[in-house]
């Protein structure tokens, strides 16, 4: 049996960002056998060493494994030879799997689970690439770093593209036959810690006491807001999509739609002053959230669209919120997530027991809470370390 080996640069092909696969090619008996080890420009490969040059990055990892790889191949071609093994065996084709084709695996299994809030982070991701059609097997570093560059192109900040990194990096793990390598753990992009920005309690009054028109959309944004704050930084979503019904007896009664847990919170006399405004006016007990499901739809659809209404309730309610600081003399970045960073602030002034304030604010767990706390302790004392140095 006539077997021979040989590592080379395949110019014939080329991927999307110029390089050319390295490969192994065997040839038993006449007939010619690839596999892909790496990639690489032609520039940087050293065609008489068979190595890519030094000057690339990584040069010794990438060409240790190179040389990990053509030792495999002897050995293989070894006990083809010697009888042992079928060619067959060594080269069995593994099913070809591309990154559109993961998302759309990745798209039916979401469904499937009934995740409609991960799905169409999902489809966003993969209308955002252009780069779809290569093997998942053989995403890389440099892939990545295409990938990164694109989405800043777009106008991604570096926290989204940082958490879009992990759910592409989870889709290689469920589909890739490689799993996920070690540089692909390691890829990563440098993020800045964002200040959890909150209102004091002037501040908070300042927007109370605003004088507003009665009926308007400005006004029931304000008070949708305070009672954000009132209702133990209730998430935004939970209390837009609130009926009239759900206050009763003095209390009110939701599931978290983040954590599905069944809440009951006493309502304090400011509170209850607003429902009593607001109840029976419209379906819900704010005049924002107008989605009703679609009998012609699936359970998942419907899902999806109430999910895409909130958002664009939230994305209009903030907008109104910017214009009501300016109104309050407020400068800060007032959007209604900041009316959960203020009633923590608020419980964390009058209750020192972490174990009342996760369940205040609803947190899932111990760790996560305390780290939520630090961080707005964090921030309160470099503001005030900056006010101190500024006079």
């Known amino acids: 049996m006539q077997i021979s080996l040989k590592l080379l640069l395949y110019t014939h092909k080329e991927y999307s960002d110029g390089s ?59 006990e083809i030879k010697s009888g042992n093994v079928r060619s067959s065996q060594v080269f069995r084709k593994k099913d070809l799997i591309t990154l559109a084709d993961a ?42 770093e295409n990938m990164i560059s694109e989405m800043e192109e777009r106008g991604n900040t570096a926290n989204t593209i940082k958490k879009k990194i992990k759910l592409i990096r989870g889709m290689i793990l469920r589909y890739s036959h490689k799993g996920v390598s070690k540089e692909i753990k390691e890829v990563s992009i440098k993020t800045t810690k964002t200040v959890k920005q909150k209102l004091t309690s002037e501040e908070l009054a300042a927007i109370e006491n605003l004088p507003m028109e009665e009926g308007h959309l400005m006004t029931a944004t304000r008070d949708l807001f305070v009672m954000q704050v009132y209702l133990r930084g209730i998430r935004v979503g939970d209390l837009l999509q609130a009926y009239a019904a759900d206050f009763k007896d003095g209390s009110f009664s939701y599931v978290d739609e983040k954590t599905g847990k069944l809440a009951t919170i006493r309502l304090i006399p400011r509170a209850q002053a607003i429902v009593d405004i607001y109840a029976g006016k419209t379906q819900r007990l704010f005049p924002f959230f107008e989605w009703a499901p679609d009998k012609k739809l699936s359970k998942f659809e419907n899902n999806r669209l109430r999910l895409k209404h909130k958002e664009t309730c939230t ?14 003399g407020i400068k800060k970045p007032v959007s209604s997530h900041i009316a959960r960073h203020t009633f923590a602030r608020m419980a964390i ?18 760790a996560v809470h305390q780290q939520y706390l630090n961080d707005i302790r964090k921030d309160d004392q470099l503001n005030q370390a900056a006010d101190d140095i500024f006079g």
């Open 315 to 328: 994305t209009i309610i903030n907008r109104f919120l910017k214009v009501i600081a300016g109104m309050a």
């Open 103 to 144: 998302f759309k695996l990745e798209l039916a299994r979401l469904e499937k689970d009934f995740k409609y809030g991960y799905y169409d982070k999902i489809l966003a991701i993969q209308k955002q690439l252009s780069d779809v059609a290569v093997d998942i097997a053989d995403i890389d570093e440099r892939w990545f």
């Open 349 to 366: 002034d009058k209750i020192n027991n972490p174990m009342v304030t996760m369940e205040l604010l609803g947190h899932s767990s111990l």
């Open 20 to 78: 050319n696969p390295v490969m192994l090619q065997y040839i038993i008996s006449g007939k010619v056998k690839r596999k892909v080890i790496t990639r690489c420009h032609a520039n940087d490969w050293d065609d008489k060493n068979k190595r890519v040059k030094s000057r690339v990055e990584n040069s010794a990892r990438i060409n240790a494994f190179i040389a990990e790889e053509y030792s495999k191949a002897e050995k293989d071609l070894y």
